[in-house]
């Protein structure tokens, strides 16, 4: 019998709008970002199967033809990717030119690697073609060796646009930094998920200020579909194996995704090989491997037989097999050509298989960029595709019922934002020393208790969303960098020292370790790698900063966990806790409950949330809206007068979603006047 897997169902319109073009050949979101054609600085956010590649076609060739730059150059993260930006017939669907790449400048199709194709960006750079298509690592060595002068008067397109991050280690960010402070290019960049998995910025503020955005959700994109009309997000947890318990929540009736876990994470039985090899005997009895696709058979007890691709396994005859039949274009519209495929870390980013139904994924996912990814790749529109469900298969947390639920439905607030194109961050922490001269902060909130000079002072500005902490002995940062690394960067410090293999390993299996061998030698050389720039007084002021935030975080877990658990002691399985942490610190501050109840079945439970639907997605995007605004109670005031105007001449009230800034506005003053009145903020 299969359990009853806790879900979001998003249920839509389905009016076709998203797919029907117009008189150019362009659906929705590739008329909306053509209107946007004349920025120089321009950002798509729109999800999967959206049409952001042909919306870059259409903007290219008006640049190209029309506002004159010389050639458009599409960078892409890995080559697989390249085959979007293959040739198009543009003219045939209405449009007045063709999109053409000529063979040899689709660097993504080229043999060698990306080193050695830097002299074909050079020789195309001085050539009269206009298009080159390259991996974000060709790109990246290109502008390394010729300099940023040499694409002046050119476009540089960015698909997977989350790939950049502010953080300046990000090469390929400070490329395009150093491009718009030169101010000689125009830059189109593109993503399905604006926010990335570390909780790093995408652009920086000042840099994001100056591009023009093109907002298509998910919530727009699935009601505008033909077929697809329902979308479900669900969570499972299980105790033991989950091998044993995968048929539970996997219909082999849908066609399915299944992501197995890292062989490196808890959920893992460390053999990879073998769990695909009890994935296929549980569906029922093998008969061998199609010569042709490599595809496994598997005959079920009822007779049907499924075609399964295996890109777990790593042997490069089998798997490359395997990869060419599933991008065979010949069987694109094929429903029958393969049932479910199984994979590890294939599968995911720019993936197409319109059939797929069921995106199951085994193990927690840390990254919420990974999971949205993962989401888009069931959320293709298909005939007879009426529905589609992402279950994340998870082990049983060790921690309480109702703090579980509260992450799950943490989860669920950041998966909502997400289909809003909202950017999820965690909190900036500024940790200042302990003076006898310290002095409250402007703008800084202290609590019921207000600032105390002769105690420890913890104060969070609403306006910054920075907390800022007062510590007893704490090294101030001198340079300027490690300034800015101890105010933007100790996230990212964080994760990699818990994320370092070394630390792990002797933070929970070695018993006569000494803490501060971790906290300051293993940092202390993960800070010296990272920023060998900074001196060695500067190194120790971003290792304290970084040990006083993890010390704060894991503080405030144990008391979230009712445990007085040290910190050299082994931590338990709260991944998903944790998890929701890192990338959701933002939306747990939305006063939003998604949570409908919890059933309790076998061994396990199931937490069950509330159907997600337009007014939802709404609630979500005024929430957010609400808590970034920087409105005072006179302006929120003001502008509800004029929201009131706009309910009667409209009848219906102003959206936060609308595509038109004004409503926009509107819709944001009116949500902070209630909140500035619930707070007591005017007077009577």
Known sequence: MTKSVPSVSVTYARNGGSTKANALGMRAMQERAFEKRGEPYLLIKSPPASGKSRALMFIALDKLANQGLKQ???????????????????????????????????????????????????????SDDQVLVCTHATFRFAVERFGIEAFDGRLIAVDEFHHVSANPDNVLGKHLGDFIARDKVHIVAMTGSYFRGDAEAVLSPTDEAKF??????????LNGYEYLKQLYIGYFFYSGSYTDDILEVLNPSEKTIIHIPNVNSRESTKDKIKEVEHILSELGEWEGADPVTGFQIVKMADGKKLRIADLVDDDPSKRDRVSAALKDPAQKNNR?????????????????????????????????????????????????????RFTNLIAEPDAAESLVTEAVNDTLKAIAASLLMEQVLAPRFNFTPKNPQSGPQPGFDYGDEGYQPDKCN??????????????????????????????????????????????????????????????????????????????EEDQEAVRQHAIAALNLTQQAARIALGSDQKDDEPSANTALIDGVRKFAMDVRELDIDLIDRINPFQEAYAILAKTMSEESLKQVAAAIANKRTSLSPDEAKELAVRAARFIKERERPPSITSSDAWERRLAEGAAAFMRFKKEGRYDG
């Open 336 to 388: 029958e050509h393969v049932d479910i495929i199984i994979a590890l870390g294939m599968a995911k980013e720019g993936f197409d298989w319109i059939w797929c139904e069921h995106a199951l994924t085994v193990g927690y996912r840390a990254s919420l960029t990974e999971i949205v990814q993962i989401i888009g790749r069931a959320t293709r529109d298909a005939p007879g595709k009426t529905r589609a």
């Open 212 to 221: 023009d955005t093109v907002t298509y959700t998910y919530y727009e994109q």
């Open 458 to 535: 913890v104060g969070f500005n609403e306006q910054t969303g920075q907390f800022q902490i007062e510590i007893k002995g704490l090294t101030e940062p001198k340079s300027k960098e490690a300034v800015r690394i101890c105010k933007e960067d100790l996230n990212e410090v964080i994760a990699t020292f818990v994320q370092d293999k070394p630390s792990i390993e002797r933070g929970l299996f070695d018993e006569e370790m000494v803490p501060e061998e971790l906290t300051q030698l293993r940092l202390g050389k993960i800070i010296k790698d990272k920023y060998p720039e900074l001196d």
């Open 72 to 126: 458009a150059v599409i960078v892409v993260p890995e080559k697989s990717i390249g085959s979007s930006f293959a040739d198009e017939p543009l003219s045939k669907y209405g449009f007045w030119a063709d999109w053409t790449v000529t063979p040899k400048w689709n660097l993504c199709n080229a043999p060698g690697e990306d080193g050695g194709k830097v002299n074909s960006v050079g020789s195309f750079l001085g």
